[in-house]
């Protein structure tokens, strides 16, 4: 069982992207937005106000459905960098109450007020110093958690928005999510779901009745997490980052696709962003991993040790296109999410091979990129095998064009 002494806090923005879109022009509040393109753009919705989401809009949706069921809302293509801005500022805020933080996304993270009472009170009054200090420093309204656990703590939150503040205080949990729906789980996503209601099972509640062995042999390792979801059980700490010892950059795709081209052009973007990172920090790589999720969920990784260390696009390109080659041969299966990370770093600096000119070629057409990008924005600048990307989400590369 997970601690009951801790108080695990989830804070969540509301709507960010449009929040941060309506803090600039107040005459957007109470009206339906959307931020991710133009109605007739081939993207997808990347935020929703509320007043959008009463419509049927959410993120992910295709950009032209969106319009059909709200043709009166606002579209905005939106701009990373302001949110990256307001992102900052929302976690220097939270790092002021406590230093056990775990970000998670740029408008939502993890915080551990174990202990603090003596100085902050109550731990929902934390919360609330919390909540006022983000509205009036950063203008957006943002909802928490707090509960014994991160499961619980993000359930929590999210059943708060917006604008709200739930407790669960400890040893009730499974009373807290037994009425709620099975999809408000970890891991439950549309295919669990079915699956779990052909056994007559719709509530937590209901799931916290079966047997371990039962849930294992229907869903194997993903029924264990579940068992153990479904009791409020979540042993997991809260992850302060700490100094770089690896770096990745993984996406999860709207649907599940089995589309090859396409998963290497994205592998080469995740790629790109890794090799920038290295760079960025001074380091060099001589290990390369793989990260794959499959439609059911179940993940894999694949890692190759390297003889030189690198930090070239191509050269973490070709590894990890080579490992997902290998893993879709031995397992042809949609995938869900796809990764590639980089570890074993070392110093920027590295003996020369006399046999090979090319990786430094390599290395010196980075050099150039980056400064490209660092001035003009990430997607300033686009290598070929990237380009179906551009096709498949072209306002992605708007909203996300600044590194």
């Known amino acids: 069982m997970c601690d009951k002494g801790r108080k695990i806090l989830h804070v969540d923005l509301d709507a960010f992207f449009v929040s941060v879109e309506q803090v600039r022009n107040p005459e957007l509040w109470g009206r339906p937005v959307v931020v991710g393109g133009e109605p007739g753009a081939r993207g997808v919705v990347a935020c929703a106000s509320y007043e959008a989401r009463a419509y049927g809009i959410y993120a992910g949706m295709p950009l032209t459905r969106a319009y059909r069921l709200c043709p009166h809302a606002i579209f905005l293509k939106g701009s990373f960098p302001r949110y990256r801005d307001a ?3 929302f976690i220097a805020i939270l790092a002021d109450f406590t230093p056990q933080l775990e970000p998670t996304g740029l408008d939502e993270a993890y915080l551990d007020l174990t202990g603090f009472e003596p100085i902050y009170g109550p731990t929902s009054e934390a919360a609330l110093s919390m909540k006022q200090r983000i509205k009036g420093e950063i203008g957006v309204t943002a909802s928490i958690g707090i509960g ?27 009373l807290f999510l037994a009425p709620l729906a099975i999809a408000r789980l970890p891991c ?17 509640g209901e799931l916290a009745d079966l047997s371990a062995p039962l849930l294992r042999a229907r869903l194997g390792s993903m029924g264990d997490a579940l068992y153990r979801y479904a009791r409020g059980i979540d042993e997991r700490g809260v992850e302060t980052p700490l100094a770089a010892k690896s770096i990745s950059r993984e996406t999860t795709f709207i649907g599940d696709t089995l589309d090859y081209p396409f998963l290497k052009a994205t592998l080469r973007y995740l790629s790109e962003r890794v090799g920038a990172e290295l760079r960025r920090e001074g380091k060099r790589t001589r290990c390369i991993t793989l990260k794959l999720r499959y439609a059911d969920f179940d993940t894999i990784t694949r890692s190759r040790t390297l003889k030189w260390a690198i930090n070239a696009d191509q050269a973490i390109f070709d590894v990890g296109v080579a490992l997902l080659g290998r893993a879709l041969w031995q397992r042809r299966q949609l995938v869900r999410l796809i990764g590639i990370g980089v570890s074993s770093l070392i110093g920027e600096e590295r003996q020369l091979s006399l046999l090979d000119s090319s990786m430094e070629c390599w290395e010196r057409l980075d050099r150039v990129i980056d400064r490209l990008r660092h001035r003009y924005g990430f997607t300033a600048i686009q290598r070929g095998q990237t380009l179906p990307l551009k096709d498949a989400f072209p306002t992605f590369f708007e909203l996300y064009g600044c590194n």
């Open 87 to 89: 992102s900052a500022r």
């Open 188 to 204: 439950v996503g549309s295919k669990t779901e079915q699956l779990l209601k052909r056994l007559g099972v719709t509530t937590v």
């Open 148 to 174: 014994p656990s991160k499961l619980v703590a993000k359930i929590a939150s999210d059943l708060a928005k917006p604008d709200g503040l739930v407790e669960v205080a400890p040893g009730e949990e499974r």
